[in-house]
């Protein structure tokens, strides 16, 4: 265990992937409250076309395509911001409902992403540097380098930032929108703002988690953090804190055993975390619910013994 501590690789995958995890959990309190889960399935999703297009971009500029989050990220930033705005213009301008907006352009970015990947994966002459490219599909932590971590820490740490100094008006825009409207705060700003984050919060796990099981990391550590308490702030922490814990335990795991890979573990720890929480919170666990029914049945049933008492 001390020569795995001091391992310079299982450092850097880490703290990259417990740095995911908080930034992910945290930022997915606001998706999950306002009941917009799927945006993560459709930013995630998309990504893999604007990593695929900065990609190609860097073979056509260098000679030879670059696997660094520091070239892919932004690509990826940029696809699911897009994926976002055009839903929202689509549903604006159409009778098309949101979910169905969002589904239609989960389809058209994951599916031209697919299109090139596999295009970059089957092209002849073959593109230097295009192996190890589907690992994105479902993440490949152990090829964390230190620059990758440096851009994790700066997009995550400015993502939190601009939540902390918004976090009134965001606040007040997750619980009532109508009512942030009224008090003066622009909602296209502050729902473009939030997007955006989003967005970083995302993108920046699709290298360890990948993008299929990204999803996961960013609503089941807010969803289990939502079963132990009713504060905002409170339940930002707790998902912060069960995200960072679940990419400890993928990346613990990941490196005592050769060939458990490290996001699905992560994600399989979120979804335990998320059963336990489920199960037994206090106040909204199955078994406290159980609890408080069968106190309320035997209450029930003493005070009507007592009234047909003689």
Known sequence: MFDLLTDYTFQTVLLGTMMIGAVSGALGCFAYLRRQSLIGDVVSHSSLFGVMLFFLASY?????GSKSLVVLIPGAIAAGTAALLLTRTLVRRT???EDSGLGVMLALFFGAGIVLLRWVQRTDPAIPGRRGLQDYLFGMAAAMTQDDLWMIATLGGLAVLVMLLLWKELKLFTFDPVFSHSLGYRSTLLDTLLIMILVVGIVIGIQSVGVVLMIALLVTPASAARQWTRQLGTMVMLAALMGAVCGLIGSVASALYANVPTGPVIVLSA???????LLFAPRRGVVSRIGR??????????????????
Request: charge should be positive; glycine fraction near 6%; aromatic fraction near 4%.
């Open 60 to 64: 056509a500029l260098t000679g030879e």
């Open 95 to 97: 009778r098309l409902k």
């Open 271 to 277: 979804t335990l975390i998320f059963v336990v929480s």
């Open 293 to 310: 029914r069968r106190k309320l049945i035997a209450s029930q049933a003493v005070a009507s013994s007592g009234r047909s008492a003689p």
